[in-house]
């Protein structure tokens, strides 16, 4: 009967040990979707939860990009502790949310997710908030190939594919500055690629801006 009680009691006691394992990890877990304040390791990467997807992973230096003083102006309207950081953020490889970081020093604080949207169908470039032209062809006669586009198209937009920002193509022209091998166009607000789609005012949906 001793070694029965025995039995039962370990039993329960590596039950509870499994259960604090788990609510550890949960902790931990939920800390890193909070964002909380992150220690960057040596190689300035640091781990991050998406708190939109639950995915897990370990951000690196190079998937961090700056924010533009309008997107800075953006956040900080949101998120009012983020006034006067270093803002850099993250686009989560799973989902695309924008999660923003403030960096100092050795470590990256959280400061929200998706503390502001693309501009969709606006007038205005969506980086430089230049008024855009609209293009004197019809829908879709150059998407996939902009540098046949006839005359000066600096003033035109792009719609991205993957964030639905729209901006000018000078603005993609300068963030690109020759970071693509074929010399495609990258979006100033996710830097992603191609910008291939001219922005076409008044159009009901993305999918009416493809060729």
């Not at 897990?56 to 956040?75: D, F, N, R, Y």
Request: aromatic share 6%.
């Amino acid at each position: 009967m001793t070694t029965i009680q025995t039995g039962a009691s370990i039993g329960a006691i590596l039950v509870l040990l499994i259960m604090a394992l788990l609510f550890l990890r949960r902790a931990i877990a939920s800390g890193a979707v909070k964002g909380g304040d992150h220690a960057r390791n040596r190689d300035g990467t640091f781990p991050h939860v998406c708190s939109v997807c639950g995915d897990e992973t370990l951000i690196t230096p190079e998937a961090l990009h700056s924010l533009s003083s309008a997107e800075k102006a953006l956040a900080v309207r949101e998120c009012a502790q983020a006034l006067g950081k270093d803002l850099v953020e993250y686009v989560c490889r799973s989902c695309d949310a924008s999660h923003c970081f403030s960096i100092s020093g050795g470590r990256a604080v959280a400061m929200g997710v998706n503390l502001y949207e693309g501009q969709r169908f606006g007038s205005r470039c969506g980086e430089c908030q230049r008024e855009l032209v609209a293009p004197p062809w019809e829908l879709g006669r150059y998407d996939g190939r902009i540098n046949s586009a006839p005359g000066p198209i600096d003033a035109l937009g792009l719609v991205c594919r993957h964030c639905d920002a729209v901006c000018c193509v000078a603005c993609c022209e300068y963030v690109t500055r020759k970071r693509t091998d074929d010399g495609t166009l990258l979006c100033p607000r996710c830097f992603r690629g191609p910008q291939d789609v001219f922005f076409i005012p008044n159009a009901s949906s993305l999918g009416n801006q493809s060729a």
